[in-house]
């Protein structure tokens, strides 16, 4: 049998590959070694195992900087092996590793100051340096040990690398060169793309630094697990978090109120229990749309419309963001997404007051529910920063009879998985449920063909199942003994597939349902005011009577005298400020449109006819996008002023 055509140009790429790994590895050690004082790790294993962890995210890394090298190791031009292109090779390899390596080293000395990888936002901070050269020398000259690692390490890589030698031989070309070459080429640029994003999984986004607080005890330990070249690479094109000076500090605090304290209630510890629901638009909710008039309106939530009769509900709701990930940083921690999501950001990995803080303090358990594979949407690693008690998945559920086939866990079982849980918990408790079904592809299960309406658009048979799911919950969690004592959250993460033209105008985008319903219905009406997600934190807060002050950008809904209701988000590359009886679009240095409160699709710019209440609009916008850009990058989503 002949012997395979290029065989061992194939294994010499792998260890000069492997070589990679190895030398990340050390770096890794040598990071922990540098900061094992901020970084608490309980033994050896527990260290090993976050080294383990930290594989994933060097692949990432590895695969991009060498992207280049291995394709060009891959491609069929005949002459691979020659000594002149292997020449070329080596440059290709050792230029863009040797450059993304070395920012493993300047983390050994520069997580001190910072307490995380560092990012894009890094090279901006610097950028506006205008000693560079200066910087660069002190830092040589008081860490002169951590260039001294570098270069010894630098100088065995290409040591080890020249070892791997491929032999020149001649190639003639015929049809097994070329076909066994395609092959090849084809198959490992397709494991090149699953490196790069993680995985193969439908159900997980592409990794990013989220992910790495999925596998740690300790939120700090995350940065063991990274390498500071994918932080720098996952965040090249997201940091659009800038600081703006645009009003003074008085104004803002008189404008925004970013830390709040509420006395309008006695204190009381009631369970609390949230429901995000996944795409669970308000479109879909009959009860949210009485007062919309949409010709031939249809709803798809009969559970959610009779529940709402005896609920609070908000039918001028928004959510903070686009994606799931954004609706729990915006429910959970009052914190909203606009260019950029803030958890895909350089700046998670921070305290943040939060629900979860909150509520902890108070003596509350809490627990995260997702009937998707862990760690998927990123919601075991936000949770993990968050600081929730429990995490409970796919993983958790244990019987994947019950899987749908794509994301996780039908929401029937899943729910009722939940119900069983709380109900072994001790009291008080907050639980938060992110639902999975109401997704694309848009399935219910087999033995409910047929059950519920299919609707004017794809999601909307989904969406009936949800509802139905949620209608089995609430008659399972009746007979139990915590039920009286709750209070029950129901919100949409983000909008979805539309039906209706109203839906479509560019202010009703990422409309959603807000509904507050305790059993003894202390809380029931239809407030039509400005609403939106980040306004759910300070809400339970008012109603549970918590009294100390607290970090929070959003406003109660039952109480608040102070703050005027109203709507920030982003959309069609501009902020979005919706209060009283206008929408101000802002650039984020001044507004660049205002338009009556009805106009939701922005046919009448009335910037030409600026008034008094309008001028007050953009100023607190300005408010908003100072404080939030301030707070985010300096690390204060707390209670800190």
């Not at 291995?70 to 092996?81: E, K, R, T, W």
């Not at 309406?453 to 989904?462: F, L, R, T």
Request: glycine share 4%; proline share 4%; charged share 20%.
């Amino acid at each position: 049998m002949k012997k395979y055509p290029r065989i061992e140009e194939y294994k010499v790429l792998a260890i000069r590959i492997l070589l990679a790994y190895v030398f990340y590895s050390i770096a890794r050690i040598l990071f922990y070694v540098y900061n094992s004082s901020l970084i608490k790790v309980d033994s050896v294993i527990d260290f090993l195992k976050l080294c383990f962890h930290g594989l994933a995210f060097d692949t990432t890394t590895i695969l991009y900087v060498n992207g280049l090298f291995i394709l060009a190791s891959i491609i069929p031009v005949l002459y691979n092996s020659k000594k002149n292109y292997q020449k070329v090779l080596f440059y290709l390899y050792f230029i863009p590793n040797l450059l993304a390596y070395s920012a493993n080293f300047i983390d050994f000395i520069y997580y001190r100051y910072t307490f995380s990888r560092s990012t894009r936002a890094s090279l901006d901070t610097l950028e506006n340096e205008s000693n560079k050269m200066l910087l660069l020398f002190d830092f040589l000259l008081n860490y002169w040990h951590v260039f001294l690692l570098f270069f010894a390490l630098s100088f065995i890589w290409i040591l080890l690398y020249k070892k791997t030698k491929v032999h020149h031989k001649a190639e003639t070309p015929n049809i097994k060169y070329f076909a066994t070459s395609i092959f090849s080429f084809l198959l490992i640029v397709t494991l090149c793309i699953g490196g790069i994003r993680g995985d193969f999984k439908k159900s997980t986004r592409p990794i990013n630094i989220l992910d790495a607080s999925r596998f740690v005890t300790n939120v700090s330990q995350s940065d063991i697990v990274l390498n500071t070249p994918f932080a720098i690479i996952r965040t090249w094109n997201t940091n659009t978090f800038k600081k703006v000076n645009l009003i003074s500090k008085a104004q803002v605090d008189s404008l925004l109120m970013p830390i709040k304290q509420y006395k309008n209630n006695p204190q009381t510890k009631p369970n609390i229990v949230i429901f995000i629901l996944e795409s669970f638009a308000r479109e879909y909710n009959g009860a949210f749309n009485k007062g919309t008039k949409i010709p031939d309106y249809e709803g798809y939530t009969p559970f959610v419309d009779s529940l709402s009769q005896h609920s609070l509900i908000f039918t001028n709701a928004y959510a903070n963001g686009w994606k799931s990930i954004h609706g729990v940083s915006s429910v959970i921690a009052g914190i909203p997404s606009f260019q950029n999501a803030f958890t895909s950001s350089p700046y998670p990995k921070q305290k943040i007051e939060s629900l979860v803080s909150t509520l902890k303090s108070e003596g509350y358990d809490t627990s995260f529910f997702h009937g998707a594979p862990n760690g998927s949407m990123g919601f075991l690693g936000f949770g993990n920063i968050l600081g929730y008690d429990h995490y409970y998945g796919k993983t958790e559920y244990n019987n994947d009879a019950d899987f749908d086939g794509v994301w996780g866990i039908w929401d029937e079982p899943f729910f009722q998985y939940f119900n069983k849980t709380l109900s072994q918990k001790k009291q008080p408790f907050m639980a938060t449920l992110f639902s999975v079904s109401s997704h694309e592809p848009y399935k219910v299960p087999e033995k409910y063909a047929g059950k519920f309406p299919k609707g004017k658009v794809n999601i909307n048979e989904s969406i009936g199942y949800t509802d139905y799911a949620l209608k089995q919950f609430f008659a399972a969690a009746k007979k139990q003994s915590w039920y009286k004592n709750t209070i029950f959250v129901l919100v949409a993460d983000h909008g979805n597939t539309i039906a209706y033209d109203e839906y479509k105008k560019e202010f009703n985008k990422h409309t959603v349902p807000i509904l507050f319903f305790s059993p003894n219905e202390k809380y029931v009406g239809v407030n039509t005011d400005w609403a939106q997600q980040i306004d759910i934190y300070p809400t339970l807060l008012d109603m549970i009577g918590y009294q100390k002050p607290f970090r929070s950008w959003g406003r109660s809904l039952i109480n608040e005298k102070k703050v005027a209701p109203f709507v920030v988000k982003y959309g069609s590359n501009m902020y979005q400020f919706m209060s009283g009886d206008y929408i101000c679009t802002f650039d984020g240095k001044k507004a660049i449109g205002f338009y009556d409160k009805d106009d939701k699709a922005m046919e009448h710019n009335l910037i030409s006819k600026r008034n008094a209440a309008m001028d007050l609009l953009e100023l607190r916008c300005k408010a908003f996008v100072q404080d939030y850009m301030e707070r985010v990058i300096d690390k204060r989503l707390t209670t800190v002023k």
